[in-house]
DNA sequence: CCCCCATTGTGAAATAGTTCACAATGCGGA
DNA sequence: TCCGCATTGTGAACTATTTCACAATGGGGG
């Protein structure tokens, strides 16, 4: 497959929440581009990497654009998710609603600390990480989403590869090695605000 | 100034990092490279935009080029923060460590729902959010974090644009309207479990 | 049935960002 | 002092992304 740009898919992303969305049956390339922050352009050529699903002079059958980007993102299949780092942030993960809405089902929670294995968050029982490897045997995922301190991050994504996940959310402050074939995103919210603190200096 | 593109911008972020980290008196470009996961063609570039902080056959001093960089972001002069919404995203914000190290100090937390009005978080009172615009007269912020639900985080903008508020960081899966003056970024973690998604469909 | 209009799909042009490649140069050692 | 080497700083080349502009065309109205 053609290579396809990150921001490309972002803004496929995008799409489909105002899709999702909408009330009328049709959508044109300019009013999903004025509801995404972008041109119709942008829109039109984002979408054609991947087939004319449009018809001219009308716009875009609001159904058939869904399920085309939901498949092109491959959300038709439904993810589980393990979610390792039971803290606030995994707190604010496990109960994010987004994430079930779009078919990403957290299925296990993990730490390491004795006083928080045990407790139950939002319907899962916090589990020992040292039954990662032994549960993802039994049940692997694709995903994993790493919201422990910086200082473990490395040696449980190491762990998380080694058991066949393939794609991890890393929300630890620190870059992480992985092999070719797994695919990370880091999230760094200090990173952000400093990006706003550039913008707040330079006007 | 010349327009700096926003991936030069995160990526001094990124090397200021390793910077604050570093044990070594000086740095070559090449070894921030290997450590941000860049080229060192791309890390001199990007200082170049701002200056040559180098020295030639021998690369860069640590303490100068965290000084500048730390210079160049702005964040020299720290920041006063509200944080509007005490959602578990909230409570996951006002305690993580990495917004203080950097220089960015929550200093009000606000909410609508009268059970979490007055308890105490991290030290904070959780206000009332119907006094946002009274306390931001009395002590103004240039920064506001918004975890709010997406119901009503358009609502809270507004209101913060109108008590002068120029820069925002948005955790609510929703694009803001502001003027051309405030900068917004959203963080939206839904939609990067999408892009690991896609990149999970396509191999 | 045919024309008109809105809107798509897409090459081509423009702009933005990254990588290359090498002259410039500061330092350490002889 | 002078040489050699490591490493910067930076135009120029390259690659990626966005914007432009317009021919193609489907549908609705007369």
Do not use: C
């Not at 992303?13 to 581009?33: D, H, M, N, W």
């Not at 794609?167 to 992480?176: E, S």
């Amino acid at each position: 497959m053609r290579k396809i740009s990150d921001s490309t898919i972002r803004r496929l992303s995008v799409y489909l929440r105002f899709l999702e969305q909408a009330k009328s049956p049709t959508i044109s390339s300019g009013e999903l581009a004025r509801l995404g922050g972008t041109t119709s352009a942008q829109v039109r050529k984002d979408l054609s990497f991947f087939g004319s699903f449009g018809k001219r002079g009308l716009g875009y059958s609001v159904p058939e654009l869904t399920r085309r980007i939901r498949d092109i993102l491959g959300l038709e299949r439904g993810y589980r998710v393990v979610l390792v780092g039971a803290g606030r942030m995994g707190g604010a993960l496990v109960q994010y609603h987004g994430f079930r809405q779009r078919g990403f089902h957290i299925t296990a929670i993990y730490d390491q600390d004795s006083r928080k294995i045990g407790s139950r968050w939002n319907g899962l029982v916090v589990r020992d990480v040292k039954h990662l490897e032994t549960d993802l045997k039994k049940d692997p995922s694709d995903i994993a989403i790493v919201a422990t301190p910086a200082e473990s991050a490395q040696h449980v994504v190491d762990r998380l590869v080694r058991s066949g996940v393939k794609a991890i959310l890393n929300f630890a402050p620190v870059p992480l090695n992985v092999p070719p074939d797994v695919e990370v995103k880091t999230v760094n919210m200090a990173l952000e605000l400093e990006t706003l603190s550039y913008s707040l200096a330079n006007r």
